[in-house]
Every structure is written in C-alpha cells, then in structure tokens.
C-alpha cells in the first residue's frame, strides 16, 4: 500500500529521482510532541509534593521520549533516491539524514522487489539485518534491492521502483561500455 505517489522526476536529462512517503509517521510525530508537552508541562506547573526527584525523573523522560520519537519519525516520513552519472545517493526525512551515497562502480546489478515490508526488516527506518543487507523502509510497497560487488544488498522503498531499476540498470550497461571501450 502506498501512502503517497511522488513519481519521477527529470529535472535534468542526466539525473533520475524518486521518493517514497509515509504519512503514518505524522501521527507518531505528533505523539512525540505530546510527550514533549507533558514534559513541559510538567516542568512549568508541577504541585507535586512527593519530592523533586520524582519531578525531574519525569519531566526528564517526557521530554527525552518527545523529543526521540520527533527526530525519529521526521527523519523517516520519506525517502528520495536519486540517481546521477556517478551513483545513486538515498536522502531520509526533511533535513536529509541519515544519507548514503554509493558508488555506481559499486553495484553490481538492481533487482525490483514489489513486497518491501517493515516488519521482514523489523521496522521503519534505516536497518541493517545480518543475513539480509541493509535497508531504508519507509512504508511497505515496491523497492529497489542494490546488489554490491562486496556481497552485500541495499534495499530503498521508492515509488516507481520498476522505472528505478531500469535506469540503474541502463547506467550500469553504460558505464560497463564506457570502461571497455578504454
């Protein structure tokens, strides 16, 4: 199922981009700031009167859980995947981070996966499993899977992902033509 269409991109000839959203993340971005708020809450107008330890335990922990929940799910509400002449670079949330950027002379081939799930990768977000690779899972759907000449896999949920693998594959034809014509 997918949350949001965001298509391709082709801003330059040169240049394939796509994206993936979860708008779910929204919803867990705004129970974080309903920790927060209780938190500050808490802090401003407290009367408790079972000691200060208690107090700030809490407050502490309400703003600490606000504040990981926040960061965490904003930093997972979409993906964008862009592929240039050089690599394919995988940007998360708004402010871009966690990023990764791999070489094209780093992969070995693309496959397309219809059925990315968070739970085969044991949740949203950016996630490695010993015997299956790394992953960046913002909702479940179609996916890109990078094979690597290392062995390993990478695999980005994105929109479009069919017409990702086509452009990565048509890349990879063409830097191998280029390297052999040397």
Avoid at 4 to 12: A, R
């Amino acid at each position: 199922m997918r949350d949001h269409l965001h298509g391709v991109q082709h801003s330059h000839p040169d240049v394939w981009t796509g994206r993936a959203t979860n708008r779910f993340q929204w919803l867990l971005a705004l129970a974080g700031a309903a920790f927060l708020a209780l938190g500050i809450q808490l802090a401003v107008d407290s009367a408790w009167t079972s000691g200060t330890a208690p107090l700030v335990m809490s407050v502490v922990g309400c703003i600490a859980a606000g504040l990981l929940v926040i960061f965490g799910t904003l930093a997972f509400v979409h993906v964008d995947l862009t592929l240039d002449k050089e690599c394919v670079e995988v940007r998360c949330g708004h402010i871009g981070v966690p990023r990764r950027r791999i070489p094209l002379t780093h992969v070995a081939g693309a496959e397309f996966e219809p059925h990315v799930t968070p739970r085969h990768w044991g949740g949203w977000g950016y996630r490695w499993r010993p015997h299956q690779g790394t992953a960046v899972v913002v909702r479940r759907g179609e996916g890109v899977v990078l094979r690597l000449w290392d062995g390993h896999t990478f695999t980005i949920t994105v929109d479009d992902a069919e017409a990702a693998v086509g452009a990565i594959r048509a890349r990879l034809r063409s830097g191998a033509t280029g390297t052999t014509a040397h």
